[in-house]
């Protein structure tokens, strides 16, 4: 079956991890459970150690709301493996994996849930992603290169150079569903069994490239699919490019990511 009819008693479950975000996540919550009506949706809230009130906030909001269940590990370890933690509780046909600085303006859920029943062939689905004031977010699609990731850090606000067009795909026709080999960790759509199987993200990355690793895993068995009829809006503040901590952080898992794969 595929559109509305394949949606009846389908199950989606979706995750966001939390750490000192309350100045984007309200927005992402309010559009998210207000936008997600065509399937039966549950929602986890994993908060890796928010001190800037996030935690009260959502207890506060959304503590009664049974679309909605926060855990608390008390911990930080990272990324990933605060999505993973959701694991062994999913029960659900498909599984967003979504940040807290994400804006929806539509059924976004329902939308990439149609088209995976109707592509029984794609293991992960991403959607077009924009600023919030419209523009599309130029973002790898390709596998991770050295010389990609300069150009990136090096792009300025003029128009992208080859490299960076090549590593965006850019040169593709972006309004038609395209494969890809490297989906953006703000909003991934995965098949649940498949995400299972995988054992989630690798929990080695404590931030960044756990995206490019899962979707390089996934493309071992199945498809990974850009999507543009289904978008998210991101704020994407880039905080590598300000922060050294975070900086140094995102060179570890380059360095532990090109080690694992490289051929």
């Known amino acids: 079956m595929t559109g509305n009819n394949a949606l009846t008693g389908c199950k989606v479950s979706g995750c966001i991890v939390t750490h000192n975000n309350m100045r984007t996540i309200k927005k992402t919550l309010q559009t998210l459970l207000r936008e997600t009506r065509g ?50 509780l999913l029960d659900s046909d498909f599984h967003a994996i979504i940040n807290p600085d994400v804006e929806l303006r539509e059924d976004v859920i329902a939308k990439l849930a149609a088209y995976m029943y109707g592509h029984d062939d794609i293991g992960l689905l991403s959607p077009r992603i924009r600023f919030p004031d419209g523009r599309d977010q130029i973002l790898g699609k390709r596998n991770p290169k050295l010389r990609y990731l300069v150009a990136s850090r090096l ?19 972006l309004s038609v569903p395209q494969d890809i080999e490297n989906a953006t960790g703000c909003f991934m759509f995965i098949r649940t069994d498949l995400f299972r199987q995988l054992g989630g993200f690798d929990p080695h990355y404590f931030m960044y490239f756990e995206d ?29 490019k300000k922060n050294g901590k975070l900086r140094r952080i995102q060179i570890r898992s380059m360095l532990y990511y090109f080690r694992k794969w490289r051929r």
Request: net charge negative; hydrophobic share 30%; charged share 25%.
């Open 155 to 173: 792009r300025g606000s003029g128009t992208p150079g080859r490299l960076l067009r090549e590593y965006a795909m850019l040169d593709c026709d």
């Open 39 to 88: 399937v039966d949706f549950k929602l986890y809230i994993v908060d890796n150690l928010s001190t800037d009130g996030t935690i009260e906030y959502i207890r506060e909001k959304y503590g009664a709301d049974p679309r909605v269940e926060i855990l608390e590990p008390h911990t930080n370890n990272g990324f990933g493996a605060g999505h993973n933690l959701v694991l062994p």
């Open 212 to 240: 490019s690793d899962l979707t390089r895993t996934v493309c071992r068995t199945s498809r990974a699919v850009y999507y543009p009829d289904a978008c998210v809006y991101h704020v994407w503040g880039r905080d590598s």
